[in-house]
C-alpha cells in the first residue's frame, strides 16, 4: 500500500514542503488505532500556515499536514467503528503534532472521528470541513444566548473567508439578517448569494476605537481578534453575544471591561479543536439539518494535493475566498 501525500521537513532551520508516497508502516508509527482510506481533505488556514512555513503550527517533524478529512475505515482495532464505515476527522491536533489528511490514508485516533450524518455526502462534507464545523458552533453559541432574527443584524467577519461563508449561509437560512464584514467589499455578489443582507469594509473595525461605541449588532461572529475583536464587542447592542473563534488580525485583545459590565454583553470563546465528542456530533448535525446544500457549490472549489502549495501562499497573502477541497486521489 502506498499514500500519495504532502510531507513538511524542517532540517537545521531548512524547510521543505514535497510530495511523497508513504508506506502502511510509515502511517503505522503514528500514534493511532483506525486507518482510513481518506476521499477528501480541505485546505485551511492552519494549513496553509504550515505548508507555507509562514507560523509555528507544526511541532513535530516531519508532518503530513491536513486538520480536516472524510473517508472510509478499512482497518481498526476499536469496536466503535467498523471496515466500511465513513468518518470524518476535524482537529486534534492533526497537521501540527500528528499527520494529518492531506494524504491518500491516515492512522488516526478512533475517538477523534464521528461517523458522518446521513443527510450529507462525503464531498458535502468536505466542503463544510473544519471552517464550517467552527461555523456551526459559533451560531449555536448566539443562538443558545436566546438571540432572535428579530433582534437584528448579525455581524459576520472574515465574510469571504470558510468560517464566515458558511456561517452567513446558516444564519441566512435560519432567518436571520446578516452584516458582512469584509476587505474584499467588492465580492458582495457573492456574499449575497450566500445570504448576506448588509456589508461593510472591515478594515473600518482594524484600529483602536473606542471603549463603547454605538449599538449596531445583536450579535457577532469573529474570525480576526485584535482590534477588530475590541470594537465589536463595543458596537454590540445591550444583552449581546460575540462568538469568537480566530485570530486571523492577532491574538491580543485590546479592550476594556466596560462593553461586558455597562451593556451586559457575553464573549464566548469557540473551540473546535478538541471539543468532546457528543458537542462535535450535534454540530455536524446541525448542518447536516440546517445548509442549503447547493449553495455549498457556491464556496467550494476542488484541488488536487500537487496545486496545495500555491493555494497555500494565495490563502496567506488574502488572495482567495470560500473553501478549498482537496481531492486526495487526483
Known amino acids: 500500500m502506498r499514500s500519495k501525500a ?21 502511517l503505522l508509527k503514528q500514534v493511532g488505532d483506525t486507518l482510513i482510506q481518506v476521499h477528501y481533505s480541505s485546505l485551511n488556514y492552519k494549513d496553509a500556515l504550515a505548508i507555507t512555513n509562514k507560523g509555528p503550527v507544526v511541532r513535530v517533524w516531519p508532518m503530513v499536514p491536513g486538520i480536516d478529512g472524510v473517508g472510509t475505515v478499512v482497518q481498526t482495532t476499536n469496536n466503535q467503528y467498523k471496515e466500511g464505515d465513513i468518518v470524518i476527522l476535524n482537529g486534534w491536533g492533526c497537521g501540527e503534532t500528528h499527520w494529518g489528511c492531506l494524504s491518500q490514508y491516515a492512522y488516526l485516533k478512533s475517538e477523534w472521528l464521528i461517523p458522518i450524518p446521513k443527510t450529507l455526502t462525503p464531498l458535502q462534507a468536505m466542503n463544510i470541513g473544519t471552517a464550517g464545523y ?3 458552533l459559533c451560531v449555536q453559541a448566539v443562538i443558545n444566548h436566546g438571540i432572535k432574527p428579530e433582534q437584528g443584524n448579525i455581524l459576520v467577519t472574515g465574510a469571504t473567508g470558510g468560517v464566515g461563508s ?8 435560519l432567518g436571520y439578517k446578516t452584516t458582512a464584514a469584509t476587505s474584499k467589499i467588492d465580492n458582495t455578489d457573492y456574499l449575497e448569494q450566500l445570504g448576506a443582507t448588509h456589508f ?4 473600518t473595525l482594524r484600529e483602536s476605537g473606542k471603549p463603547l461605541q454605538k ?15 475590541a470594537n465589536i464587542c463595543a458596537q454590540v447592542k445591550y444583552g449581546g453575544i460575540v462568538a469568537a473563534c480566530g485570530l486571523a488580525q492577532g491574538l491580543d485583545f485590546p479592550s476594556t471591561v466596560a462593553p461586558f459590565i455597562l451593556r451586559g454583553i457575553s464573549l464566548a470563546g469557540i473551540d473546535s479543536v478538541m471539543a468532546p465528542y457528543q458537542k462535535r456530533v450535534a454540530a455536524w448535525d446541525f448542518l447536516g439539518k440546517n445548509l442549503n446544500k447547493k449553495q455549498l457549490n457556491l464556496i467550494s472549489k ?3 494535493l500537487n496545486e496545495c502549495q500555491k493555494v497555500a501562499e494565495e490563502m496567506i497573502a488574502g488572495e482567495i475566498r470560500g473553501r478549498f477541497i482537496v481531492d486526495v486521489n487526483l
Open 6 to 26: 504532502i510531507l513538511l521537513e524542517k532540517n537545521d532551520r531548512e524547510f521543505s514542503c514535497s510530495i511523497t508516497n508513504l508506506t502502511k508502516s510509515d
Open 134 to 136: 467552527t461555523a456551526a
Open 166 to 173: 458558511i456561517a452567513i449561509m446558516l444564519l441566512a437560512n
Open 200 to 203: 461593510i469594509d472591515s478594515r
Open 215 to 229: 449599538e449596531q449588532w445583536s450579535a457577532a461572529i469573529d474570525v480576526l481578534g485584535s482590534h477588530t475583536l
Open 302 to 304: 476542488i484541488i488536487s
